[in-house]
Structure formats: structure tokens, C-alpha cells
């Protein structure tokens, strides 16, 4: 071991310039041997699931997290703010963004701790949004013509505090009662029996279209100042991709050699952060400066950090969200199915993301029991979500997958770390108002590369199966294109899907312009039902790549349950027959599915090779 990395207690090479990365080898053919090895050693993580960084790039890489996960997280009751009548109410409108970071905050550690276990940031969804929108349309939750107008409204009233807050509490009834059903399929192993039937020809299309369904969006953020936004956009390229391997010196401490320099991979684990940070700051400068211009509608204006400054002042430095603050949830039918359309296209994508972050941090595939939790705790966040009033519920963050893959840290104590940020924030009103005043464009930046590297992440799945095959060229093709031309057009043509029953219409809708859904669903039927052998369709690879990988961790380490419930209560016999409880060696279900894949593979192999033509 190196010895400065000794001292430092970092061993890995991301932390700390080792000696062997300077070296030129003389002769040209052990440089070309040595080209794979540095390769490889270049790609790795910085520090796996299990691994904990020292404290303080915790909370850096934790921050990290958190202001990636901001955007989204922030546009979710900005956006509802309008149909909740609470468009020049900013005060309350941080109050659910501070609500909103809490219950993500809480969800992240449960999820975390208890759920699947992975690296996985939790947050509201925008799959809740199109039926929340859908149900406040309606004509008795239609906003009063008073209340938008900006002189006509007060706060303060009795009135004005009964019309927003009977909207939001329809919502929160909606959302406890539809996560109800994501509690249930997730506990009782449901989802995981699915598994067996799902491999990289469902993942691809599904982990692909998280990204590749929001370019809209994330191209009218950006838009609203192409400028500021190619900066965030190069900045990130060029720390994340030119400078990432360019060690840093830093000061540090320790008891041998007191205070001294270390050389620090700043540019690679911190790309994001100092992205968003100096086009942040710039914007900043630009409006004291007042080169951006004040008008709201010249080109440019939302640029500007002092849009929200309002906020800033108006926002309490203390401020604790509790459950049932604006008052009893109600529910109605037609809220129930349209947020249930939203929960089950938020389980199908959040499948996908377990598989994304696990393949980003260097963990093998998740287990069934690790899936069942995961979704099973994710309907928990939602219940919680619903209770506390977010309007909205919660799910995996495919955002931060993509953070994984650009920082190299797969930590999941960073993203502990980060949920206590989002709790602290949430508590901290003034503190988290701050936030509040990023410039749209530079959030638009940070997506557009962030999704990129979602959308790649899900195409690569496709290198265990047998592109040559006419047959996984058609599923995949079929899938991608479907999943983004029929949500474009049920999207333009709002009206055309009338069955005389309004639930059943919305509850269409929105499966139908939910991107991940569509192509997920083709990519699983066509996947199961078009001939095809295993080995062609890349399942055998697929789970032999993660299982044998060196870089990847034993499924127990990463998956296994806390606080030693598993060591004490996961061994008995009885535990095979909990979907969610990790299965005992030799006893549990994964034994036999190890044992069907094995039959499986053999009748593949007795069976003439087929290839399906077009």
C-alpha cells in the first residue's frame, strides 16, 4: 500500500495520486499492456456501497446530492402552486417546498436503511403530477376568479386559507389511499415475482425513457437562457470527463504528519456541485450587475437570482412540518384512480432505477426480497408524503442514478448524509429559501447531463444480449420509438380518449403519456412472448456479468438487512415465506430460481438455435 494512502486512511485511487500513475513505461510493448489495467483502474468507483468516505466528503458529496436532487424536487409545488390557487401566495409556497424536503429527507433514510439498500436518493415524482393536475381541473376545484388577482387576495383570511387548503387536502386523501395499493404490492413480493420474467430488454427501454421523456422539459429550462446554460453544461463535461483524473492539493491533518498537503481528486467527485455553484455565482453577478435584463418577458430574465428574493425575507427561520398541518385529508374516487395511474407508473420506473444505481455504484443486480422492500418502503414515503400535505408523493430519484455514474462514489452513506441535509433544510426555512433562487437555466444544464447519462446507462444493458438478433433489434427499436410517439401524441390530443367513464379516462391518460410505462410494457411483453432463447436474450450473461464482476460486491453485503435483524432473524426457517426478508442460504426462493434458470438454460441449449427474421 501506498504509504501516503496509509496515513491518510484512503485506499483508494480516487482520494490520493499514487506514485504508479506517473510512471512512463519504457518500453512501448508494456505500455500496451499496461493500457487495459489503467483503464480499468481509471473507471472504478472512488468508493463502493458499503465503503464509507471520511466525514466531510460525506457532507460535501451529500450536498452534492441534495442540490442535484433540488430542481426537481423544488418545480413539483411551484408547479401545483397555480391549480392549488397559491400563485402569489409565496410564503406558503415554502412552506411545501420545506414540507416537501422533509418527507424526502425521511423517505431517503428509510429507504436507505430498510429498503433496498442502495445509493438511492428519494423525492417527489412528476408522475403524481399529471393526475393531481387532471383532478383539480375539475370544476368544482377550479380556482375562484379572486384569487387571481394579486390585490384582491389576502393571505391571512379565513377564506382565502379554506380555498387552497380543502385542494391540497383532496390531494393528500388521494395520494394515502393509492399508496396503500404500492404498500401492498410491494410487501407481499408481488413485484418480485415479476422479476424472473424481466431482463435487458426491459430494462433498456425502461431505464432510457427516464431520461429520454424528459428533453422537453429539460430543454425549456435550459432555453430560458442558452447562454447560462451551456456554461453549467461545460463545466460539468469538463471537471466530470478532461479534469477528472487531475489530482488537486489540498490541506489535510492527521496525528503523524500534523498539517500537510494531499492530493485530492476534487474535479471527479465533485463535478456537479462546482458546475451548478459557478453558474450560480456568475448569474449572480450578472444581475447585481444588472446586465440581465429586469423585464419578465425579454430574453433572459429568468436568469436572474433575485426573482424569488421575496421568499428570502417572508420565510420563517424555523419551521417544523408535521402530519395533518393543513388540516383532514378527504378522498374521492376520481383522485384515487388517477394518483393510482401515477403509483404504478412510479414502481415500474423505480425498478429500472434500482437496477441503474446498482449497476452505477458497482453492486450486483438487486434481489427480489431487496426489490419487494424497496417498493414496499416507497409506498411507506408516499403514505407519509400524503400525510404530511407535500400534494405530491415520493420515488426513486433517477437524477442522482446519474450523479453515481459522473462522481465514481457509490457510498450509500452519502445519500444518509444527504437525507439529514434535506431534513435540516426542511426544518430550516431561510436556509432552504436560499435554494430557491438558482436560475432555471443553470438547472436546465445540470439535466441535460444528467439525463444523458441515465438514457446511457439504460442503453448499456443491452451489451449482454445478442444485438446481431433480428428479434432483440425489433423488441428494443419497438419499444423506444413507442415509448416516446404514443405519450407525444395522447399528450397533443388530450380529448381523445373517451370511454364514458371519467376515472377510467384518467387513469388511461396517464399511463399513456407516462414514457417509461409505454415502452416498459412493450418492452416486456414483446421480451416474454416473442421466441427467443435465453442466452439470446442476454439474461444468462446479464446476471453471470454482475455475479462474477471483481468490482462487484456478495449480494448479502449490500442487501442484507441492519442493525444485525438479519444475522438474528432472517435465519430461521420460516423466513421463506417473507417476500421482503433476505432468504437464508440454501433455503431460500433464490436457490430456486437458481435452479429454474439452470433448467431453463439447458432446454435453450437441447432446442434448435432460432432467430426470429422480420
Known amino acids: 500500500m501506498d504509504p501516503e494512502k ?7 485511487y480516487a482520494f490520493t495520486k499514487s506514485e504508479h500513475l506517473c510512471e512512463i513505461p519504457a518500453d512501448d510493448s508494456e505500455r500496451k499492456q499496461q493500457l487495459p489495467d489503467r483503464e480499468a483502474e481509471q473507471n472504478k468507483l472512488a468508493y463502493s456501497v458499503t465503503e464509507v468516505p471520511p466525514w466531510y466528503l460525506c457532507i460535501i458529496l451529500g450536498t452534492q446530492h441534495y442540490l442535484t436532487a433540488f430542481g426537481g424536487i423544488i418545480a413539483i409545488p411551484l408547479i401545483l402552486s397555480k391549480e392549488l390557487c397559491l400563485e402569489h401566495d409565496t410564503l406558503t409556497q415554502s412552506h411545501l417546498i420545506s414540507t416537501i ?92 415475482l415479476f422479476m424472473r420474467f424481466i431482463g435487458p430488454l426491459t430494462i433498456a427501454p425502461t431505464i432510457s425513457l427516464i431520461g429520454l421523456s424528459l428533453f422537453d422539459s429539460s430543454g425549456n ?115 384515487v384512480f388517477g394518483i393510482l395511474a401515477g403509483v404504478i407508473s412510479s414502481m415500474i420506473e423505480s425498478v429500472g432505477d434500482y437496477h441503474a444505481c446498482a449497476r452505477l455504484s458497482g453492486a450486483p443486480p438487486p434481489p427480489k426480497h431487496a426489490i419487494n422492500r424497496g417498493v414496499g418502503i416507497e409506498g411507506i414515503g408516499c403514505l407519509m408524503a400524503g400525510a404530511w400535505g407535500t400534494g405530491n408523493g415520493t420515488t426513486s430519484y433517477s437524477e442522482n442514478v446519474g450523479a453515481l455514474g459522473i462522481t465514481k462514489v457509490g457510498s450509500r452513506m452519502v445519500i444518509v448524509t444527504s437525507g439529514f441535509l434535506m431534513i435540516c433544510m426542511g426544518m430550516f426555512g431561510k436556509v432552504a429559501a436560499i435554494f430557491t ?16 447519462v441515465i438514457t446511457a446507462a439504460g442503453i448499456s444493458n443491452l451489451q449482454y444480449t445478442d444485438m446481431n438478433s433480428s428479434r432483440n433489434i425489433f423488441v428494443f427499436g419497438f419499444s423506444m420509438f413507442t415509448g416516446l410517439a404514443i405519450p407525444n401524441w395522447v399528450f397533443n390530443h388530450p380529448g381523445a380518449i373517451v370511454t364514458g367513464v371519467t376515472e377510467l379516462d384518467q387513469v388511461l391518460r396517464v399511463l399513456l403519456t407516462t414514457s417509461m410505462f409505454v415502452g416498459g410494457f412493450f418492452g416486456f411483453v414483446l421480451d416474454n412472448t416473442i ?74 441449449q437441447a432446442l434448435p438455435n432460432r432467430d426470429t427474421q422480420l
Open 531 to 604: 421466441p427467443g432463447s435465453r442466452k439470446e436474450r442476454g439474461i444468462v450473461v446479464w446476471k453471470e456479468a454482475h455475479q462474477q464482476s471483481g468490482e462487484t460486491l456478495e449480494s448479502e453485503e449490500v442487501y442484507s438487512l441492519p442493525f444485525g435483524i438479519g444475522s438474528r432473524i432472517c435465519t430461521a426457517s420460516w423466513v421463506r415465506y417473507i417476500p421482503f426478508c433476505p432468504k437464508p442460504a440454501g433455503t431460500g426462493s433464490d436457490d430456486v430460481g437458481n435452479n429454474e434458470d439452470t433448467i431453463m438454460e439447458k432446454t435453450d
Open 221 to 335: 429550462d435550459a432555453g430560458k437562457h442558452w447562454g447560462i446554460s451551456a456554461l453549467t453544461v461545460s463545466i460539468i463535461v469538463l471537471f466530470s470527463q478532461y479534469l477528472r483524473h487531475i489530482p488537486v492539493p489540498m490541506p489535510a491533518y492527521n496525528k503523524t504528519k500534523k498539517f500537510h498537503s494531499t492530493k485530492i481528486y476534487v474535479f471527479q467527485i465533485l463535478p456537479v456541485l462546482a458546475g451548478m455553484t459557478v453558474s450560480w455565482l456568475i448569474c449572480y453577478i450578472l444581475t447585481e450587475y444588472k446586465v440581465l435584463p429586469s423585464d419578465p418577458e425579454a430574453y433572459g430574465y429568468w436568469a436572474r437570482t433575485d426573482l424569488k428574493a421575496d421568499v428570502l425575507g417572508q420565510a420563517p427561520w424555523f419551521r417544523f412540518p408535521y402530519p395533518g398541518q393543513w388540516g383532514m385529508p378527504t378522498v374521492s374516487p376520481a383522485g
Open 101 to 192: 424536503f422533509f418527507v424526502s429527507g425521511l423517505c431517503t433514510l428509510l429507504q436507505v436503511t430498510l429498503g433496498v439498500r442502495l445509493p438511492i436518493l428519494q423525492g417527489g415524482t412528476f408522475t403524481f403530477l399529471a393526475p393531481s393536475l387532471a383532478l383539480l381541473s375539475m370544476p368544482q376545484w377550479k380556482c375562484p376568479a379572486w384569487t387571481q388577482n394579486a390585490n384582491l387576495v389576502n393571505t391571512s383570511s379565513p377564506e382565502y386559507i379554506e380555498v387552497w387548503q380543502s385542494r391540497i387536502r383532496e390531494l393528500q386523501g388521494s395520494v394515502m389511499v393509492a399508496s396503500c395499493f404500492q404498500i401492498f404490492v410491494g410487501f407481499s413480493g408481488l413485484i418480485g
Open 437 to 452: 433562487t438558482i436560475p432555471t437555466p443553470v438547472i436546465g444544464g445540470m439535466f441535460f447531463v444528467m439525463f444523458g
Open 6 to 12: 496509509e496515513l491518510n486512511g484512503l485506499d483508494n
